[in-house]
């Protein structure tokens, strides 16, 4: 088990710029989630899948933000046309659809729109 | 729909004082509840959990919490600080099976003065 990672750590782009970050879960967790947190704030849900099927996904994911789990391994989540606004934590976490639900989390991709 | 509510940003305790995390929580379906604990720059470390079995839930590093329904709380406390335990303290619900996405407070910042 090496717990979830996400990729890159930390990303600085230019207003405007498409961005895309990979996370990877552990590797027997079927779910996978995405949340976004701002500085000062609790982690805010995004969207998940469950294998590769995406279950749900917030009102706070416009049009600009698309995610994928194409294998059901990796995640890929994708903004295009950044905004200022997009500048935070963008947190990854696994777990199983069997037993407790628990997330367990990665640590984050921190992304900076100049 | 499910909230939850952390009372105050910020907590402080000197070392080997008691700690105590408020939680309150809404649910319209019986929740799971968790507290994670965040580290600078770091992605969310799970604490504890409560997922319907024992009311009074042990967790890592001295932490336990207790679940009370008719107050709709889940309260964390430590008997003893740490200069370690300084951190950001987030509370957070879901609901079971395909209602799995937490919703968390804005977290609570603990200080501890040597």
């Known amino acids: 088990d090496t717990g979830v990672s996400q990729n890159p750590r930390h990303k600085i782009t230019k207003r405007g710029q498409n961005v895309t970050f990979r996370c990877d879960p552990i590797s027997e967790h079927n779910r996978l989630y995405w949340y976004r947190q701002t500085l000062g704030q609790g982690p805010e849900f995004l969207t998940y899948f469950q294998n590769e099927a995406q279950l749900e996904k917030s009102r706070l994911l416009s049009d600009r933000f698309s995610a994928e789990r194409p294998k059901g391994s990796f995640s890929t989540l994708e903004i295009q046309r950044t905004e200022q606004g997009d500048s935070a934590m963008y947190l990854c976490?696994?777990?199983?659809?069997?037993?407790?639900?628990?997330?367990?989390f990665g640590p984050g991709t921190r992304l900076t729109v100049l | 729909a499910q909230s939850v509510t952390q009372l105050g940003s910020h907590v402080s305790v000197s070392e080997g004082a008691l700690v105590l995390l408020r939680c309150n929580y809404s649910s319209s379906v019986p929740p799971y509840l968790f507290w994670y604990v965040q580290y600078p720059n770091q992605g969310l470390q799970l604490l504890l959990k409560y997922t319907s079995a024992a009311t009074l839930v042990k967790g890592i590093n001295g932490f336990e919490a207790e679940f009370k329904k008719s107050e709709t709380s889940f309260h964390l406390t430590k008997p003893s600080a740490h200069m370690s335990d300084a951190a950001e303290y987030f509370c957070?619900?879901?609901?079971?099976?395909?209602?799995?996405?937490?919703?968390f407070g804005k977290g609570i910042t603990l200080s501890v003065r040597p």
């Open positions: 976490a696994s777990g199983k659809s069997s037993g407790t639900d628990t997330q367990y």
């Open positions: 957070a619900v879901s609901g079971t099976g395909a209602n799995s996405k937490l919703t």
